[in-house]
């Protein structure tokens, strides 16, 4: 069975400074990894994923985020943040064969200050 | 490509009635549909998941009588919230996955539920 962990439950940062969203995971098969981002009252929009191949996988909006096999981890980040990246940001993962259920996080809520 | 809709997008019903919410597909065939439940402020907990023309998996805990699931077409699947009561007033989100599409799942935009 997969587990994900998001340690932060809030992230306050200021703008224009950079930001990690800290996930890790446990599995004892190959994953996939993903970061949605989800703003109030809608749905999940997908920021990258991690399938195979280079562990540094760029996203949308500038969010970058790197596989670490050995730490089992899969961190987010961003150089320089804005107001409009204030949202609450999810990590999930899932095991690539079998019924492809996704396990998310608990979420981490980014806020941007002026 | 790869969109999925839900309809509604907000529904308020009163308590004992039942309520269908409606998951699509709109540009592939989705072999899997997975239904999702979101409490304020918390995350995504998967309620059940459903393959098309096969009876739906639900997730322990999860009553089956109560959030009944239908999937009756590769672009189609339905929730229904029987009887509900003001603690089934939550954000519902469904997803999808088609062979087209590898292994990722695509979400739709959510349906808030309020029973009043």
């Known amino acids: 069975a997969q587990s994900v962990t998001q340690l932060d439950s809030q992230v306050p940062v200021f703008e224009e400074a950079p930001v990690e969203l800290r996930c890790n995971y446990s599995?004892?098969?190959?994953?996939?990894l993903f970061w949605y981002v989800q703003y109030p009252n809608q749905g999940l929009q997908l920021l990258l994923k991690?399938?195979?191949?280079?562990?540094l996988v760029k996203g949308i909006n500038g969010f970058e985020a790197e596989f670490n096999k050995s730490q089992t981890s899969f961190h987010l980040r961003k150089p320089s943040v804005h107001i409009s990246d204030t949202a609450e940001y999810f990590c999930a993962v899932t095991q690539n064969s079998g019924t492809y259920k996704y396990i998310f996080g608990t979420g981490t809520r980014l806020k941007v200050l002026a | 490509g790869a969109v999925v809709s839900q309809h509604p997008s907000r529904v308020i019903c009163k308590s004992g009635t039942s309520v269908k919410i409606e998951c699509r597909s709109l540009d592939f065939q989705a072999t899997t549909m997975f239904w999702y439940r979101q409490f304020p402020k918390q995350s995504l907990m998967l309620m059940a998941t459903s393959n098309e023309g096969s009876k739906a998996t639900y997730e322990q805990g999860v009553e089956k009588d109560k959030f009944l699931i239908n999937h009756a077409s590769l672009t189609l699947s339905t929730l229904t919230v029987t009887s509900a009561h003001p603690e089934d007033s939550s954000f519902y989100i469904c997803?999808?996955?088609?062979?087209?599409?590898?292994?990722?799942?695509?979400f739709g935009p959510g349906t808030r539920l309020t029973v009043t």
């Open positions: 991690y399938l195979s191949g280079s562990t």
């Open positions: 599995s004892s098969v190959s994953v996939y």
């Open positions: 997803s999808a996955r088609g062979r087209r599409w590898g292994d990722e799942q695509y």
